[in-house]
Every structure is written in structure tokens, then in C-alpha cells.
């Protein structure tokens, strides 16, 4: 099995299974059982019909991330996820039905969403209309040199397949997780998006003790923080002179000062290879954004 094949097949089922999560059952057969056979094809794909209704599903559910050109917001692009022919489509429905452990996208079974069988074809076939063939951006940039550098720069605070830091989130499925665009604006500081367990806060003790790190957890009377030494640190807030919230991240700014275009990208297309694939060929790393 082609093993970009089978990342896109990934790629795309949790994508799916995130959006779909959310859905009201419209009544038009049921929910498709766990344990329900499933076709071995999509038996809508290429039905003009059920384009046109899978484009409502995504327009209502997909599109704030995806774009309504399903380009990518926050959300990866969906155009690249069929690059080749021979997609298994039953593997596909099965996985977005069940949703993919260990990411942002849960399940349709589990969620309970109540969508039907056939609403799920309807978008898989929507989805599979606006495919490319041969992607621009994997074109772009020189994914070995975007190693070294996001090794050098980046690796001190976020993990990729087990290595590294853990100031920030980690990354080993980040390009199955967030678009081209949206990776780039967090690199050069222009995004304010924060992931939630990695909000800055910096705390002064009673005894004039600074910390800065993220916040993990937070109630009433105490908080837990994650230092800029990786401590993980709890304090009761009765005990702090001060406890102020920020709103710009913990991760700097790489503007072209400090990376030139050419360099990012190649990071973002080292980025765009990180999908959680292990040697057998599944993805079971956790999905992440940067800070």
C-alpha cells in the first residue's frame, strides 16, 4: 500500500469525523451502525445528487475550517487527499463512523451525532469532486532542509515522533492537522490563535518570585502551571502578589529576519509530512497546534 496514499486516507477521516460529530440526524436512514456492513465503494461517489447535498453537509460543518473552497483555514486542504486513484472507500467511512484516537476529531458513533449512512457518503463523494491530482504545495520547498531547521529551532519545545521538548504542543501529525497557511501564520507571529492547555501566564509568589509557562489547569483557588523549564508547578492563588493572563504566545516570532522566506518554506514542507504514520503504516500520534 502507498504509504502517502494511505496518510491521505487518514488525513481525511479525521477531518471528516470532526465536522460530522457535530450533525443533526436528518432522517433519511437512520444512523449507520458501528456494526452495520459497509459497502466496499462509495455507492454515491460521482452521483451528481449526492454532490450537490454533500456540498450542504460541508458548507454547514466543514467550511469555517476548511474554507469554502475546502483550501484550508485552520484546517488542513482537502483538495490534496485523493492524489492517486484507488481509494478504499470502506476503510474511509469506517474510520470516520469511528472516529481517530488521539485527536481533535471525534467519532460519529461515539459523539453520537445521528448522521446517516448515506449522509457520510454524500460528503465523502463532495469532498472526493474537488480532489487534485498533483498538489502545488508538495512541490514547494525542501522538506530535509525544514528538518534541520525546525530541529535547530523549534524541537527545544515541541515534540515529533517522540522527540523533543514539551513547552509546547506536540507536532507529529500537524500536517494532517493544520493548513499550509495557518502554520505559516504561526510561525511568523501573525496568527493569535493559542491552543487551550498552552495559555501564557506569568505568576509572582508573595516572596517576589517570578514565573512565566503555560497553563494546564485552573480553578477558583489554585493553579497549575508548566514552567519554562518543564516543570509542571501548582500554587494556590492565596499565596500569589500577582496572576496575569497573556495574550501573546509563549512561541516567538520568526519573521524574515530571523527566517527567511526561501527557509520557511521548507519548514512548511517539512511540517506538511508530519502526519502520524508509524512504520505499519497507521496514524496514532497525537494531532497538535503550535502555541
Given amino acids: 500500500m502507498n504509504r502517502a496514499w494511505f496518510a491521505a486516507t487518514i488525513v481525511f477521516a479525521s477531518i471528516v469525523t470532526g465536522h460530522l460529530a457535530h450533525a443533526q440526524a436528518r432522517g433519511r436512514g437512520g444512523v449507520a451502525s458501528a456494526g452495520a ?11 451528481a445528487e449526492a454532490i450537490l447535498s454533500g456540498k450542504g453537509h460541508y458548507g454547514a460543518r466543514c467550511a469555517a475550517c476548511h474554507g469554502t ?19 478504499n472507500d470502506r476503510a474511509l467511512f469506517q474510520t470516520v463512523q469511528r472516529g481517530v484516537p ?57 515534540i515529533v515522533n517522540g522527540a523533543g521538548g514539551q513547552l509546547g504542543p506536540d507536532l507529529s501529525r500537524i500536517g494532517a492537522a493544520r493548513s499550509r497557511a495557518a502554520l505559516a ?23 517576589g518570585e517570578r514565573i512565566r509557562g503555560a497553563r494546564k ?53 517539512y511540517l506538511g509530512t508530519l502526519r502520524g504514520v508509524t512504520a505499519r503504516g497507521a496514524g496514532a500520534s497525537q494531532a497538535e497546534e503550535p502555541r
Avoid at 37 to 47: E, I, K, R, T
Avoid at 72 to 85: I, K, N, Y
Avoid at 115 to 140: C, F, G, Q
Avoid at 227 to 247: C, F, P, T, W
Fill in 37 to 47: 456492513p459497509v459497502a466496499a465503494n462509495n455507492p454515491l461517489d460521482g452521483n
Fill in 185 to 207: 501564520a504561526k510561525i511568523r507571529g501573525t496568527s493569535s490563535s493559542i491552543r487551550a492547555g498552552y495559555e501564557p501566564v506569568t505568576l509572582v509568589t508573595r516572596e
Fill in 217 to 269: 489547569n485552573e480553578d477558583s483557588f489554585s493553579i497549575q502551571v508548566m514552567d519554562m523549564r518543564e516543570r509542571i508547578q501548582g500554587y494556590l492563588k492565596a499565596n500569589l502578589s500577582s496572576l496575569v493572563h497573556e495574550s501573546q504566545s509563549l512561541m516567538p516570532a520568526y519573521g524574515a529576519d530571523r527566517i527567511n522566506d526561501r527557509a520557511l518554506e521548507d519548514v512548511l514542507r
Fill in 69 to 87: 473552497d475546502a483550501h484550508g483555514v485552520t484546517g488542513p486542504d482537502l483538495t490534496e487527499l485523493w492524489p492517486s486513484a484507488g481509494v
Fill in 102 to 158: 488521539g485527536t481533535e476529531m471525534p467519532g460519529f458513533a461515539a459523539a453520537g451525532a445521528g448522521l446517516t449512512e448515506r449522509e457520510i457518503w454524500e460528503t465523502l463523494s463532495y469532498v472526493r469532486s474537488l480532489a487534485t491530482v498533483s498538489p502545488v504545495a508538495n512541490s514547494i520547498g525542501d522538506a530535509s532542509q525544514g528538518e534541520t531547521l525546525f530541529k535547530r529551532n523549534c524541537s527545544g519545545c515541541h
